[in-house]
Nanobody, 121 residues
Framework: QVQLAESGGGLVQPGGSLRLSCAAS????????MGWYRQAPGKQRELVAA???????NYADSVKGRFTISRDNAKNTVYQQMSSLKPEDTAVYYC???????????????WGQGTQVTVSS
């Protein structure tokens, strides 16, 4: 079994900052890519940022220069530092981890439970 535990969402004023964290635990053999998606009301879930096992990053155009994704491989944790937040960043943010399980050596995607980020004055 694999679990993803997200934290760090909340209410912030426009221009403010938040840091999201997502820790993977359980029967893990190796972790490949880690990333963050978001889904606003009435919209499809979209990729926000991703980071490969070697540290290569990929960002949605809408967050480039404002969000930074990083990972701590020793802690199986991915972070997303969000700065200069805008009302349009309001959404539920989900972490996604591509990993191989230790027991059956299955490779699959796992999703966090989601954390609400609200940007409003």
């Amino acid at each position: 079994q694999v679990q993803l535990a997200e934290s760090g969402g909340g209410l912030v004023q426009p221009g403010g900052s938040l840091r999201l964290s997502c820790a993977a635990s359980g029967s893990i053999f190796t972790i490949y890519a880690m990333g963050w998606y978001r889904q606003a009301p009435g919209k499809q879930r979209e990729l926000v940022a991703a980071i490969g096992s070697g540290g290569t990053t990929n960002y949605a155009d809408s967050v480039k220069g404002r969000f930074t994704i990083s990972r701590d491989n020793a802690k199986n944790t991915v972070y997303q530092q969000m700065s200069s937040l805008k009302p349009e960043d309001t959404a539920v943010y989900y972490c996604n981890v591509d990993l191989q399980t230790a027991l059956l050596r299955e490779r699959k995607d796992y999703w966090g439970q989601g954390t609400q980020v609200t940007v409003s004055s």
